[in-house]
T-cell receptor, first 111, second 112 residues
Framework: GQNIDQPTEMTATEGAIVQINCTYQ??????LFWYQQHAGEAPTFLSYNVLDGLEEKGRFSSFLSRSKGYSYLLLKELQMKDSASYLC????????????FGQGTELSVKP | DVKVTQSSRYLVKRTGEKVFLECVQD?????MFWYRQDPGLGLRLIYFSYDVKMKEKGDIPEGYSVSREKKERFSLILESASTNQTSMYLC???????????FGPGTRLLVL
């Protein structure tokens, strides 16, 4: 089967750094995606990891360890507009390449 | 820019009505998907399509059907709407099975 876990909610301060973790168990892993979703809006793509290591994109970085079934999304220099839900999704090739989504982590950035 | 559009942002229907949700993408993507999103449950895949006139069941297809007559358009149909189908419905598309999925703005459906 498959299982994706991420914290339900987190709070951080403007200007700080926050790390959102995601653990997964899936038999046909072939890539992990992070999406950002503001309230009432569609998810927007942030990052993609398929090999172990860190992918950096401006203030956002994403890390993957396939042996540990673990990823994190790192947000630096937090801004108020970063308050959103962050969705971790895993592609499972044993299910035709479908994306399996976690429940999302609701991040609140406080002044 | 990838553009995925959905026919309505908000929709209110009555139990038993037939409901059509339309999704259109303008990037010539092969793959299209319908999800629903509910608090505490995340995004769940209803149906997807890898080509015109082709459809595959997702994780929760019961109570839904789909149609893909043209490459750019993927329709979700609720044959007889029920209150437990009140949800946010999200359409997505991708170039192929490997590439990133891009989402439309969502349709918030309320079934009374």
């Amino acid at each position: 089967g498959q299982n994706i876990d991420q914290p339900t909610e987190m709070t951080a301060t403007e200007g700080a750094i926050v790390q959102i973790n995601c653990t997964y168990q899936t038999s046909g892993f072939n890539g992990l995606f992070w999406y950002q979703q503001h309230a009432g809006e569609a998810p927007t793509f942030l990052s993609y990891n398929v090999l172990d290591g860190l992918e950096e994109k401006g203030r956002f970085s994403s890390f993957l360890s396939r042996s540990k079934g673990y990823s994190y999304l790192l947000l630096k220099e937090l801004q108020m507009k970063d308050s959103a839900s962050y969705l971790c999704a895993v592609r499972d090739d044993n299910q035709g390449g479908k994306l399996i989504f976690g429940q999302g982590t609701e991040l609140s950035v406080k002044p | 820019d990838v553009k995925v559009t959905q026919s309505s942002r908000y929709l209110v229907k009555r139990t038993g009505e037939k409901v059509f949700l339309e999704c259109v993408q303008d990037m010539d993507h092969e793959n299209m998907f319908w999800y629903r999103q509910d608090p505490g449950l995340g995004l769940r895949l209803i149906y997807f399509s890898y080509d015109v006139k082709m459809k595959e069941k997702g994780d929760i297809p019961e109570g839904y059907s789909v149609s893909r007559e043209k490459k750019e358009r993927f329709s979700l149909i609720l044959e007889s709407a029920s209150t437990n189908q009140t949800s946010m419905y999200l359409c997505a598309s991708s170039v192929d099975r490997i590439e990133t999925q891009y989402f439309g703005p969502g349709t918030r459906l309320l079934v009374l």
